[in-house]
């Protein structure tokens, strides 16, 4: 494992940013790939991305992270922009109530356009201007629990939970795909099949640079 | 007096001479190197060509790139210069304004040819040659104006009319004016007079005083870069309202910029048919991997690659862009796939092609380069070729919309 070059990853996971337009989405990326954050950043048009290796549960995973626009006409023209994503982290404003409002819309809108055992985490980003906050944690909370959502508040600026986030959601991502891995081999040899055929969502490849079918 | 001078481009970015919006630090020509950083990497040290360097360029923006870059940008300068003396040049043998006479539009076939006078059909030939080899940065206000209709469009109305609108809303909040503040001090902020208050205050004017002309398109991010651009150019505040009008209302197509962004599916649509047929092994290869065009070419396509190019060569595809019309946002598409042809091929993953079509783009500081390969590698498309294509479109973006809009409510009902 000590001769491991860059591209080498046991798995290849796709996580799509989203939430409304402002909410730190872009900074939450940059914090996460590069641990930088960025006062005048721009606001993102087409897509954004960047991806940052880490390992999850013993193995070495490839994080890709996608960001777009969040203003509400972006929507439509982002079904390219959601495919291969085995997660997604929706991000709301917790100083600004309007963007956990509109959460519910978000979901909507994985629910047309992204696989259905997406990953979804709801997180209330700029945890640090608690003197402005509008939206409890509790409904944070409540919400997640309600629509069956991982949740967490964070702070790009501050670097708080950032990192536990995307740990979260890749482990969850990861129990997810092994699960599957294990159930479409014990289908496989129940029937007396080779695995060959068997549609597993992502696959595992030990050392391959090309072991994915997340990305593309 | 024509001809007795040579301006120098570098004129135009005196604020001495004009009253200018913005004025760049230094009084003449920008200079190119402030800092030299060396990237952490080890092996960039004993490589100058993969140096980070920051300078600010042509239009006074911050930009970090390669010492390549750099001398790249040096050469644009001093071709901006020559092509410069061309148009003094020009300006003495047939008169000053001579580019303002009325011209030959693109749109309009041969049967109207026939009955303008030759010289105007001279002028027309050589304005358009010498557009697509780019129009001196100290010219470009007169040159845009007059060659996209912003002009005529604003002698339709009372010289009042900008100032009414401002003045009429001030105060008024509306979505978009929540937006435009959102979005004010994220436009462009390595541009010195983008991030002052007043330049925002500027872009801010523009940017609200045209959602209350077209509350169809209101505001649509994205527009705060291509008005930030304009007034950069134009330098007078109106003169870039009436350039983002023209361009919303004439020279792009309907409703790039509206609720629903159909405009911009279309061309999203007419760009992959394009690029299958101008780039066949590259549009085969993509397809193969699955990568939508419009996950790069959306950006391209509303910002008008302002978000993409360096100024200079967005600039470039801009005077091109007034004179010819929109067409010419899928030649320059086109062009940078095929510059990338072989390492497109190569690659086997959708983030990699991101990757190079974004690093290609932010590297572009030869805008010649660019241009020669969007006019004379792509070859000719007819408006009407693009017009018929875009027809046929514009049914299927509209199903499709209209079918998104019942399965979301279908999900709303459920749940």
């Known amino acids: 494992m000590a001769h491991r070059v860059d591209n080498e990853y046991d798995y290849l996971f796709k996580i799509v940013l989203i939430g409304d337009s402002g909410v730190g989405k872009s900074n939450i990326l940059s914090r996460f790939t590069r641990n930088e954050f960025c006062l005048e950043s721009k606001s993102t048009i087409g897509v954004e991305f960047a991806t940052r290796t880490l390992q999850i549960d013993g193995k070495t995973v490839k994080a890709q992270i996608w960001d777009t626009a969040g203003q509400e006409r972006y929507r439509a023209i982002t079904s390219a922009y959601y495919r291969g994503a085995v997660g997604a982290l929706l991000v709301y404003d917790i100083t600004k109530k309007q963007t956990f409002d509109n959460v519910q819309r978000w979901l909507r809108e994985l629910r047309d356009h992204a696989d259905a055992n997406i990953v979804v985490m709801l997180v209330g980003n700029k945890s640090d201007l608690n003197h402005l906050r509008s939206v409890p944690e509790e409904d944070g909370q409540a919400f997640s629990e309600k629509e069956g959502l991982s949740f967490l508040e964070t702070s790009a600026l501050e670097a708080v939970n950032v990192e536990k986030a995307f740990h979260t959601i890749l482990s969850e991502i990861h129990q997810t795909v092994s699960k599957k891995a294990l159930a479409a081999q014990e289908s496989a040899s129940a029937s007396g099949r080779s695995m060959q055929g068997t549609t597993i969502n992502v696959a595992e490849s030990s050392t391959a640079t090309k072991g994915s079918c997340c990305s593309s | ?415």
């Open chain 2, 1 to 415: 007096m024509f001809g007795t001078q040579i301006r120098d481009v570098a004129d135009d970015f005196n604020p001495s001479r004009r009253r200018t919006l913005w004025n760049t630090p230094n009084k003449s020509m920008p200079t190119t190197t402030h800092t030299i950083r060396y990237n952490t990497g080890k092996k960039n040290l004993f490589n100058p060509h993969l140096m980070s360097v920051k300078f600010e360029d042509l239009y006074g923006f911050m930009v970090e790139g390669n010492v390549d870059d750099v001398n790249v940008l040096n050469e644009v300068r001093e071709r901006i210069r020559e092509q410069g003396r061309v148009w003094w040049a020009l300006e003495a043998n047939k008169g000053a304004n001579w580019y303002l006479q009325p011209k030959i539009s693109s749109n309009e076939g041969m049967i109207s040819v026939t009955s303008l006078k030759l010289s105007v059909l001279t002028n027309t030939i050589t304005l358009r040659r010498l557009i697509r080899k780019g129009v001196p940065p100290v010219l470009r206000p007169k040159v845009w104006l007059s060659v996209s209709g912003a002009a005529k469009k604003r002698s339709t109305v009372p010289e009042t009319y900008y100032d009414e609108l401002i003045r009429a809303t001030e105060g008024k909040t509306t979505p978009a004016t929540r937006q435009i503040d959102h979005d004010l001090p994220r436009t462009f902020p390595c541009h010195p007079w983008l991030n002052s208050e007043e330049g925002q205050a500027s872009l801010r004017r523009v940017l609200v005083g045209y959602s209350f002309r077209d509350s169809e398109v209101g505001y649509c991010q994205g527009l705060n870069y291509v008005a930030a651009l304009l007034l950069l150019v134009m330098k007078k505040e109106e003169d870039a309202f009436w350039m983002l009008a023209v361009l919303l209302e004439n020279v792009l197509v309907s409703d790039c910029y509206t609720d629903t962004l159909s405009g911009c599916h279309v061309e999203q649509r007419v760009f992959k048919d394009l690029l299958a047929k101008k780039c066949p092994r590259i549009a085969s290869h993509l397809e193969a991997m699955g990568f939508d065009v419009s996950l790069v070419a959306t950006e391209w396509f509303l910002c008008l690659f302002s978000k993409s190019l360096p100024s200079e060569t967005t600039l470039r595809v801009w005077d091109v862009l007034f004179n010819e019309g929109a067409k010419v946002l899928f030649h320059v598409a086109l062009a940078i796939f095929k510059m990338r042809e072989d390492d497109l091929l190569r690659i086997q993953h959708i983030g990699d092609v991101i990757d190079i079509l974004q690093t290609t783009t932010h590297h572009l500081y030869d805008p010649d380069e660019l241009l020669t390969f969007a006019f004379d590698k792509i070859g000719s498309m007819t408006t009407n070729t693009i017009t018929k294509e875009r027809k046929k479109q514009e049914t299927v973006v509209m199903a499709e919309l209209d079918q998104r809009i019942r399965r979301l409510s279908s999900l709303k009902m459920d749940g």
